[in-house]
């Protein structure tokens, strides 16, 4: 058990090592945090509209609308600008509980991991390599890839970029330490 509780715990590390340098050090996700001139102005704007915190897609139509008026609706929209909105009512700049819950859940999800790799007959150094980065890329089509189908995201590269290398890194750092060689 001591085997395992270390192993999920490097391998979350360095899960979330690679979740830091993506977003902060190489900055892979700018494209969806870019910085405008006018943000002032549209957040005040958004604040002056009393909205609940939550999402929001932009333009839409209200709910129990007829067949007819969605289809009028959808022609009237084609090709036009729309937005999607994320709006909190207040920015908390204490990320301690959220880095401590992203650690917890990397070593959770490596924990899997390693479970995943004890049912292996002979978890051979390759084998843990490609079960988790076929881990990793199974989460990207899963989240990032379907919401890219539906609502095109901008850092659709970076997401695949994160999906292959953190994990692609954890199984090298798991298949040293639990694996057979080839």
Known sequence: MKKVIIGSLVGGLIIFIWQTMSHVALNLHEPVQQYTAKQDTILHFLNKQELAPGGYILPRM??????????????????????????????????????????????LMVFLLVWIISKLKIPRRSSIVGVSIAIGFIAFCQTSYTEHIWYPVFDLRAQLIDAVIAWGLCGFWLSRYFGQKN
């Open 62 to 107: 209200s709910h129990n609308q007829s067949m007819e008026e969605l289809e009028g609706f959808t022609k009237s929209i084609a090709g036009k600008p729309w937005a999607r909105i994320i709006y909190y009512s207040s920015y908390k700049t204490d990320m301690t509980m959220n880095m401590v819950r992203g650690f917890a859940v990397d070593v």
